[in-house]
């Protein structure tokens, strides 16, 4: 398995607390991204990284903002916690340009907001 | 029409029989496609990439139709370890959609 660990696993947080959500990877992966799942839709993109600094929006980002300052580490914020926030949160690596899309994930954050 | 659609199931088959499952999607730019399977309340694993020409891995076999835009896992034997929630992924411009999946049962 591929070495990616998340923390916490569990949150229980109140509408409008800041809530941040670590990734860490020991694989030296250059891509990382942030997925929450909700049932109905699938796993959605939140944001994503390219590289240390580098990071883009996906496709559900309001509300969220990412930070990646070391290659093992991509953190996930959320600024003031809404319940509509309230899923399970993944993070996943991937290795090069060639091989994105084979994305390995690690074991989830499930985050309720109150 | 959502990007990626699957079957959500649930599939309940017997153990030993072959279940397929369908993914239709919706970009015809799309050029990566995947199955993911996903165990209850665990995080997603790569199953299986499918390839144009289509590919087995042991009891699973992958099948990419472009010109109807679906994409096949076929799964021989069934095994109750294969009970699972099996993923469709396909690439849309650097980032991949994912179906919502579907749910195969396999009975004792």
């Known amino acids: 398995d591929a070495g990616i660990t998340q923390s916490p696993r569990h949150k229980v947080t109140e509408t409008g607390t800041p809530v941040t959500l670590r990734c860490h990877q020991t694989?030296?992966?250059?891509?990382m991204y942030w997925y929450r799942q909700d049932p109905g839709h699938g796993l959605r993109l939140i944001h994503y990284?390219?590289?240390?600094?580098?990071?883009d929006k996906g496709e559900v980002s309001d509300g969220y903002s990412v930070s990646r300052s070391k290659t093992e580490d991509f953190l996930l914020t959320l600024e003031s916690a809404t319940s509509s926030q309230t899923s399970v949160y993944f993070c996943?690596?991937?290795?090069?340009?060639?091989?994105?899309?084979?994305?390995?994930f690690g074991p989830g954050t499930r985050l309720t907001v109150t | 029409r959502k990007e990626v659609e699957q079957d959500p199931g649930p599939f309940n088959v017997p153990e030993g029989a072959t279940v397929a499952f369908n993914c239709t999607y919706s970009?015809?730019?799309?050029?990566?496609f995947f199955w993911y399977r996903q165990d209850c309340r665990k995080e997603p694993k790569l199953l299986m990439s499918?390839?144009?020409s289509g590919n087995e891995d042991g009891r699973f076999t992958a099948q990419l139709n472009r010109a109807s835009q679906y994409i096949s896992l076929l799964i021989r034997d069934s095994k109750l370890s294969d009970s699972a929630t099996y993923l469709c992924?396909?690439?849309?411009?650097?980032?991949?959609?994912f179906g919502t999946g579907t749910l195969l049962a396999v009975q004792p």
């Open positions: 996943a690596i991937s290795e090069s340009p060639g091989r994105a899309y084979e994305q390995y």
């Open positions: 694989e030296n992966h250059r891509y």
């Open positions: 992924v396909v690439d849309a411009t650097n980032k991949l959609i």
């Open positions: 970009n015809s730019a799309s050029q990566s």
């Open positions: 990284s390219y590289g240390v600094k580098d990071t």
């Open positions: 499918v390839y144009s």
